[in-house]
């Protein structure tokens, strides 16, 4: 077996080791992503995407960070060759994700706006768009996307407040018409639902901007180290350099040895 820098060895072995929880923490982010965005079983737009991206890219980064664990323990080159070949993949699929994302994250709410007041009003929407948004407002407890008048004069019910909810003011009064023309009241809760949905949105992003740049430092590093262990295995005999005093520096004899008579003189 080709012997490998065992301190060398001890650093690349740690740096999977630290992958490998990395891989294991984009997955737990994603978990918690799910959990806290979860709507009555189905998602906000985009949401799935996202989620499956993060639970693929903490897969396969923990996946790799064991194969390169296990080629510098047993100084396989075949395993070695590959990490490093999945790291440049990597560092360059995680650079060409992120760079875009960072330039479309101050956009992201004025798209957002847009494509939700293209929804109104929600009395007038497609069925999908109301049981949509009834979910949300009773898993969110808000009303409407961007006020409770989104909705006109036929607010549902799941704007509603329960009498706990208004001793806590996160109600108000609101007047609408009845289908009688009458005027009627009802306590709907303040808050919109579009800044709720909006703070999910960019936590998501934020992770994900967080998790490509991670990964492509990450991935940098472990190019390098791969990248040396490889070089140690194909030279393992490569005779060291040692630095001498070339012979123009020795000292020289004295010069009266030279005239320096023998005994018996």
């Given at each position: 077996m ?13 740096f ?6 990395v891989?294991?923490?984009?997955i737990?982010l ?10 009555d ?11 499956i ?10 996946v790799i960070a ?11 080159r ?11 993949i ?5 650079l ?7 330039a ?8 957002l706006e847009e ?9 007038a929407?497609?069925?999908?768009v ?8 009773g898993?969110l ?16 019910d799941?704007?509603?407040c329960?009498?706990e909810?208004?001793m ?9 018409r ?13 808050k ?11 936590m ?43 012979a ?9 040895q030279?005239l ?6």
């Amino acid at each position: 077996m080709a012997q490998v820098n065992t301190c060398l060895k001890l650093i690349f072995t740690i740096f999977n080791i630290f992958f490998a929880i990395v891989g294991g923490v984009v997955i737990a982010l994603a978990l918690l992503s799910q959990v806290v965005t979860n709507v009555d079983g189905e998602g906000l737009e985009g949401r799935t995407t996202g989620l499956i991206v993060l639970y693929t890219v903490g897969a396969v980064t923990m996946v790799i960070a064991i194969l390169g664990a296990y080629g510098a323990h047993r100084e396989n080159r075949v395993c070695l060759i590959v990490f490093l070949v999945c790291m440049v993949i990597g560092s360059l699929m995680m650079l060409r994700a992120g760079i875009p994302a960072v330039a479309a994250r101050p956009k992201l709410e004025s798209i957002l706006e847009e494509k939700f007041h293209q929804l109104l009003p929600l009395d007038a929407a497609t069925p999908d768009v109301k049981n949509m948004a009834d979910r949300l407002q009773g898993q969110l407890h808000c009303c409407g996307l961007f006020s409770y008048t989104d909705w006109e004069d036929k607010i549902p019910d799941s704007c509603e407040c329960d009498q706990e909810e208004q001793m806590e003011g996160k109600c108000q009064s609101v007047s609408y018409r009845g289908i009688l023309v009458h005027r009627h009241t009802k306590s709907v809760y303040i808050k919109a639902c579009f800044p709720i949905i909006l703070h999910y949105v960019l936590m998501i992003s934020n992770i994900m901007i967080g998790v490509v740049f991670t990964l492509a430092v990450l991935a940098l590093l472990g190019m390098a180290l791969s990248s040396a262990i490889i070089h140690q295995i194909r030279h393992p005999n490569r005779p060291m350099v040692l630095v001498t005093v070339p012979a123009i520096f020795t000292t020289a004899p004295p010069k009266y040895q030279e005239l320096h008579n023998p005994p018996g003189y």
